[in-house]
């Protein structure tokens, strides 16, 4: 998979979430959230999140739950440029991570390092929203 976000320090166990059977999810895919409990491939800018993906799912399978990461360091690709202690969030951009606008609500983690866009970097994932209404 192309911008995989990989597990470098493990800090919080995977937990089941609802996915559909009929999709394939590839090992590291940045994934978001809906009710209940359900993740998806994240395609949006500033998803819910649900977290990473702990391996692959293969399409149409019979699975119906699939392990996902809540926390942890990881390795994953910026989209423009990050500085170290950005909030991160989702972007259109693939499985890649942006510097989080100050209007946006729903946070992927923390920047560990400063990247230019395409690059990897090492970023700690805690998922987060701040209801700013």
Not at 13 to 21: E, G, N
Not at 33 to 49: F, N, R
Not at 106 to 115: D, F, K, M, R, S
């Amino acid at each position: 998979m192309a911008d995989e976000a990989i597990l470098m320090i493990e800090t919080h166990p995977a937990i089941p979430f609802t996915v559909t059977d009929a999709t394939a999810v590839p090992k590291g895919t940045i994934m978001t959230m809906s009710d209940p409990m359900t993740a998806t491939a994240t395609a949006a800018a500033a998803d819910i999140v649900a977290g990473v993906a702990k391996n692959e799912k293969i399409a149409s399978d019979g699975k119906v739950s699939h392990p996902i990461y809540r926390g942890g360091i990881f390795k994953v690709t910026a989209s423009g440029s990050i500085t170290v202690g950005d909030a991160l969030t989702t972007t259109t951009g693939g499985n890649r991570l942006i510097t989080a606008p100050t209007t946006v609500e729903n946070i992927w983690g923390e920047a560990l390092e400063t990247a230019s866009d395409g690059h990897t970097f090492l970023a700690e994932l805690n998922p987060f929203t701040i209801n700013q209404a």
